[in-house]
T-cell receptor
């Protein structure tokens, strides 16, 4: 069965600093990997996804993520964080032909000025 | 136009009541879902329908009954509401295309509070 671990419950960074949010997954076959963001009181917005091909994927709002099969990781990065990036970030894994996303527990990002 | 829309966005109701949350998608997708986000923000799938047919039914009390009148709609009916049903319920949809993955698009959520 699929599973996702986001080891950091909270992360605080200064505005303008770089950011990396960690995600490790467990899945027996080729995974489809996603990062979603949820702002307070809002729904889920897709940031980026990995299906195949280039292991470095670009997303919206200046985010990128790198798929590392050897480490079963799909970490999210941003070179310079803005105060508006403060939100909760969810990593998710889906099966190649399946219909079910399994989510990590989320990482809350706080941005200090 | 909102791709996946669900109503109501906020719902406060008393224990024991029956309530429904409606969901519609205008993306032409063939698969729809209900996810539940509990008070600890943990997201978990409840149901999935493909072309109006139930394909995923996780361990959910049978007080929860999804209904899909057509592939663009998936409603969630909850009977005899309990305090523990308080959560955010997300509707979602995707197009199941073999070999191409299936990005799941979420609605904005329905905040259900049972008092």
């Amino acid at each position: 069965a699929q599973s996702v671990t986001q080891p950091d419950i909270h992360i605080t960074v200064s505005e303008g600093a770089s950011l990396e949010l960690r995600c490790n997954y467990s899945y027996g076959a080729t995974p489809y990997l996603f990062w979603y963001v949820q702002s307070p009181g809002q729904g889920l917005q897709l940031l980026l996804k990995y299906f195949s091909g280039d292991t470095l994927v670009q997303g919206i709002k200046g985010f990128e993520a790198e798929f590392k099969r050897s480490q079963s990781s799909f970490n999210l990065r941003k070179p310079s964080v803005h105060w508006s990036d403060a939100a909760e970030y969810f990593c998710a894994v889906g099966a190649v032909y399946g219909n079910k996303l399994v989510f990590g527990a989320g990482t809350i990002l706080r941005v200090k000025s | 136009d909102t791709a996946v829309s669900q109503t109501p966005k906020y719902l406060v109701t008393q224990m024991g009541n029956d309530k429904s949350i409606k969901c519609e998608q205008n993306l032409g997708h063939d698969t729809m879902y209900w996810y539940k986000q509990d008070s600890k923000k943990f997201l978990k799938i409840m149901f999935s329908y493909n072309n109006k047919e139930l394909i995923i039914n996780e361990t959910v009390p049978n007080r929860f009954s999804p209904k899909s009148p057509d592939k663009a709609h998936l409603n969630l009916h909850i009977n005899s509401l309990e305090l523990g049903d308080s959560a955010v319920y997300f509707c979602a949809s995707s197009q199941t295309v073999q070999g191409n993955g299936n990005t799941i698009y979420f609605g904005e959520g329905s905040w259900l509070t049972v008092v």
